[in-house]
């Protein structure tokens, strides 16, 4: 249902969220200038008719702010005013235009190792104000500064509960979304550097680290320098180097990942020879690059039929230095060619990553099929929450025979993680 609200051009609230509308206010009384009303069966209208603005999420912090807008609020109700001797009542209108909500959650690891969400700050505005009060002219003809001060009322009176309502409403559904998660997630580190860890081991898997960078050679006035055999260790090493963010604009998620590494190491055999190989020498270098850092923006329509894309891709290479093998005794014109190595190196990493990393990034977000794969998980999602909340699926029942509990445990814990192997 979801997926499908958000294949709309203007999609418009979100299906399933727990926002009442209407929404009953209790009864209000207020004296103003010597008038005092009373407000009963008050309710406000329109609160599910919002767009989402934007959300940005700080993955590493933890924390996630979000705007909603609402053309319009409706505020009905009855009202009673009373002056000396004189007295009105009737119905009353108020119209909020262009409203808009903001918000910033907070997420938590509980000491049982799952996420919740604490309380919401909220606040709440909007550009224009309209009112409209039957019969209460007789009233209002003696006091203006009154009637100005009605709609400013109602709503400072009235935000309050609306506020509380969302915040309950919204933090309860949350809470209880995340808790049918079947992960648990230590306290003392992020759920984001979690992900990180793991995907360092996924690397050094896949026989990136240590890993062997294409031939490289360059060519300026009468020199020629070139650098084979490249490898680099170290590539495994990444960690997080400043916020994630997840932000939603425009009908469009975008997440922006910054991670690098420690120091890189790296060895390599060069040569440098003069007027086309008249004159020539070789010899092996090792080196240490200081960090290598990489920030990566990617963006996937919420619309879910489309596919997701690299928007982004930056690369920086710290400081890195050298120490040549087998230069030997030099005159000043080898030692010219032989300086340029450390440059050499540092367009030689880069060009044989950057163009790769780019295109392996975007092919494998071309293979992701972000609909279908929703589709796929939440069955799953959902077997493994009942799972964890003692529930068996019928199919794995056992009517053979009876397990005693010890048994059962010893069965379920007599495999360690490093024994499993990655899931």
């Not at 505020?75 to 002056?83: F, K, P, Q, S, V």
């Amino acid at each position: 249902m979801i997926l499908k609200h958000y294949q709309q051009d203007d999609p418009i609230g979100l299906p399933g969220a727990p926002i009442p509308d209407p929404m009953s206010i209790p009864e209000l009384k207020q004296t103003f200038t010597a008038v005092t009303m009373h407000f009963t069966d008050v309710n406000v209208y329109g609160l599910s008719k919002f767009r989402i603005a934007n959300i940005h999420s700080e993955l590493a912090q933890m924390q996630v702010s979000v705007e909603l807008t609402i053309d319009i609020l409706n505020i009905r109700g009855l009202y009673n005013a009373e002056y000396l001797w004189l007295a009105s009542n009737g119905n009353f209108t108020v119209i909020l235009k262009n409203v808009a909500i903001q918000g910033l959650a907070k997420l938590q690891v509980g000491i049982d190792g799952k996420l919740y969400a604490e309380d919401i700050d909220m606040d709440l505005t909007f550009e224009t104000i309209d009112m409209d009060f039957t019969n209460l002219d007789a009233i209002a003809s003696f006091f203006q500064s009154f009637v100005n001060s009605l709609g400013s009322f109602l709503f400072d009176s009235i935000k309050p509960f609306i506020l509380k309502e969302v915040n309950t409403n919204v933090k309860g559904e949350v809470n209880k979304q995340i808790s049918q998660l079947p992960q648990y997630f230590p306290n003392s580190i992020s759920p984001f550097d979690m992900a990180v860890a793991e995907a360092r081991k996924q690397v050094s898997d896949m026989g990136y680290d240590p890993y062997r960078i294409k031939d490289y050679s360059q060519s300026g006035g009468i020199f020629t320098v070139t650098s084979t055999h490249t490898w680099l260790t170290g590539l495994a090493s990444f960690y997080r180097m400043g916020n994630i963010t997840l932000t939603m604009e425009n009908g469009t998620v975008y997440a922006v990942v910054d991670v690098g590494t420690q120091e890189i190491e790296g060895r390599s055999h060069w040569e440098v020879s003069v007027i086309g190989g008249f004159l020539s020498r070789a010899g092996t270098v090792s080196f240490t690059v200081q960090y290598f850092r990489v920030q990566v923006k990617l963006s996937q329509p919420l619309d879910t039929r489309k596919r997701a894309s690299l928007e982004e891709l930056n690369l920086e290479l710290g400081n890195i230095q050298a120490r040549i093998h087998g230069a030997g005794t030099l005159d000043y014109l080898m030692e010219a060619g032989i300086n340029v190595l450390p440059n050499l190196l540092r367009y030689q990493i880069m060009d044989a990553i950057e163009g790769p990393l780019k295109k392996r990034l975007q092919d494998e977000l071309d293979k992701v099929d972000v609909e279908k794969l929703i589709h796929e998980k939440i069955p799953e999602i959902e077997e493994k929450a009942r799972h964890l909340q003692g529930i068996v699926p019928p199919e794995d029942i056992i009517l053979e025979e009876s397990v005693s509990p010890q048994t059962m445990d010893q069965a379920s814990f007599s495999e360690s993680e490093e024994e499993r192997g990655p899931s």
